[in-house]
């Protein structure tokens, strides 16, 4: 899909209808002005025939039916024009790139239902759990419904719900090395700062920063900003103090969250949609060309070619089996022979003749059977 092609001709056209208008409302302007000037001589002149007859004769040259329907009969050019490009470029059919996959519908609502929750939008995602049927999803929705809180309580500059979930997690944060408690605190530290309340700002210090003294660099930046309270501004590390690390904390709070839950940061059904998006220009391309080779799309079972996807869509390792060079999948997955090579089950099955005899592996000298290779996982 050219989408540069798309852009020229949409600000092509765009130029034009801007151009259109201008030339329009000139002709309009014009004869506003030719009648503005034939009413104003009428209150002072006793002939109207004669000024009437002016103005019709100005009206004549100037001539703003012809003028506005040549102007819109140009710009009409132009955007016909651009449906046709729009239809070159993109494909208006994306379902000739169906296929006939089996999805087990039930994890699909979940994941639609999770999505709802992750969002914040939980009755969206209650009506979908009831309405098809789908065993209770309770934890997921609590817990999801306390990040929400958490998240809510941080917009307005509450961190007691943050720093009451931290507490009770302390020890599976420190397990994947995350340092958000101390954040919370300096955070903390910084608001009262920013109030002027250098008193209770040394209280706090003392009370919940002195724990974390290891931290000695980041402890030490946040503290000496009490020197310059009252001009917080002209502070060497002002920048500890920006508003902007509010929304900075609750997307780690989000992130560290979802980490200890076992749910991905993102989520599944945007990554989903993505990668679908991605490769819908390829998949489209090949069900075009099997359309023409008069070959069956929906009954295939493997693409005849690697659909490339960015690495932000790569969770899993590939494997091209170097003998058949088809590409591992669940029906035909890789196996690790004795002497540690690998070849994608089918083909093993047919060195050894359907399991039946003694094979010697492609690569080395080693012989092996069907029952010593074992499945890969990636």
Not at 27 to 52: C, F, G, N, R, T
Not at 85 to 91: A, G, P, Q, V
Request: hydrophobic letters at 40%; proline letters at 5%.
């Amino acid at each position: 899909m050219e989408v540069t092609t798309v852009k020229d001709a949409f600000d092509h056209v765009s130029k034009k209808q801007k151009l259109s208008s201008s030339r329009s409302q000139d002709v309009i302007d014009q004869v506003s002005h030719e009648i503005q000037q034939a009413l104003a001589k009428l209150q002072s002149i006793d002939d109207p025939k004669l000024i009437l007859t002016e103005l019709r004769n100005k009206l004549n040259t100037i001539s703003p039916l012809n003028q506005l329907e040549m102007s819109q009969k140009e710009l009409n050019l132009h955007l016909t024009k651009f449906p046709k490009i729009l239809e070159k470029n993109f494909n208006p059919d994306i379902s000739k790139a169906y296929r006939n996959v089996d999805f087990d519908f039930h994890i699909v609502n979940q994941i639609i239902a999770s999505h709802f929750y992750r969002q914040g939008l939980f009755d969206l995602g209650d009506c979908l759990i009831n309405e098809s049927g789908e065993s209770e999803t309770n934890f997921i929705r609590s817990q999801f419904l306390e990040m929400h809180q958490i998240l809510e309580a941080i917009k307005v500059k509450n961190l007691e719900p943050a720093l009451s979930w931290v507490c009770c997690n302390r020890e599976k944060l420190l397990l994947s090395g995350s340092n958000l408690e101390l954040k919370l605190h300096s955070l903390q530290f910084a608001e009262l700062l920013t109030r002027g309340n250098k008193e209770d700002a040394l209280v706090y210090a003392r009370t919940h920063l002195a724990p974390f003294a290891y931290h000695t660099k980041d402890i030490l930046k946040i503290i000496v900003c009490i020197a310059w309270i009252g001009k917080l501004e002209k502070c060497p590390h002002s920048e500890l103090l920006a508003p902007t690390h509010w929304d900075k904390l609750a997307a780690e709070l989000s992130r560290e969250f979802c980490n200890l839950l076992g749910e991905s940061y993102g989520s599944p059904l945007k990554l989903a949609i993505a990668a679908g998006i991605e490769g819908l220009p390829t998949l489209l391309k090949l069900a075009n060309v099997m359309a023409a080779k008069k070959q069956d799309w929906l009954a295939m079972k493997q693409l005849p070619v690697p659909v490339e996807l960015g690495k932000e869509f790569q969770f899993h390792s590939i494997f091209v089996c170097p003998v058949s060079r088809d590409q591992s999948s669940e029906e035909n997955p890789p196996m690790l022979m004795p002497c540690l090579h690998v070849l994608c089950k089918q083909s093993i099955m047919k060195l050894s003749k359907g399991s039946s005899r003694v094979f010697k592996c492609p690569y080395c000298p080693a012989e092996a059977s069907l029952a010593q290779c074992k499945q890969l996982y990636v």
